[in-house]
């Protein structure tokens, strides 16, 4: 059974930092991973996404604030988010896909709550 579940969620002040986890499981293959978040309101957005060989792409908005890294081994991918500021604010989600086609599978979790405020 495919699963993708995200941590690392919470409250923090403004100019910190957080770093989310993502653990797929039930998944073969694994071929890019992803942090989308959503903000009230909002349309779920990009954040960064992590191919297997680890070539990211991020948003503009985070660009030199956020790094997205995985771990093969363990289907797991991270976002370390530095810097952080209220408008970071959001339900941060981890998408999976598994395949290189653009019909492949994809895969999302129940979102994790980021929220940046003093």
């Known amino acids: 059974q495919a699963q993708v579940v995200e941590s690392g969620g919470g409250l923090v002040q403004p100019g910190g930092s957080l770093r989310l986890s993502c653990a797929a499981s039930?998944?073969?293959?694994?071929?890019?991973m992803g942090w989308y978040r959503q903000s009230p309101g909002k349309q779920r957005e990009l954040v960064a996404t992590?191919?297997?060989?680890?070539?990211?792409n991020y948003a503009d908005f985070v660009r030199g604030r956020f790094t997205a890294s995985r771990d093969n081994a363990e289907n797991t991918a991270y976002l370390q988010m530095n810097s952080l500021k209220p408008e970071d604010t959001a339900v941060y989600y981890c998408n999976v896909r598994s395949g290189i086609a653009v019909e492949s599978p994809v895969y999302w979790g129940q979102g994790t709550q980021v929220t940046v405020s003093s």
């Open positions: 992590i191919g297997r060989g680890g070539r990211t």
């Open positions: 039930g998944i073969r293959p694994i071929t890019s």
